[in-house]
């Protein structure tokens, strides 16, 4: 029954690893300075009146 305990507390571990990898990952996706130009023509698109 400890394998099982071990097992799952490596899990859990790798799994918060995982998370915080991915956080990390997407905060660096948004926050390049490549992505700005599309960012703010984004959040123009409820200002647009378009009809």
Avoid: C, H, K
Wanted: charged share 20%; aromatic share 12%.
């Amino acid at each position: 029954m400890s394998t099982l305990v071990s097992i799952g507390e490596l899990l859990s571990t790798l799994w918060t690893v995982w998370a915080v990898g991915l956080f990390a990952g997407i905060g660096y996706w948004a926050l390049r300075p490549g992505n700005r130009q599309r960012f703010e023509r984004d959040a123009q698109i409820p200002l647009n009146d378009e009809r």
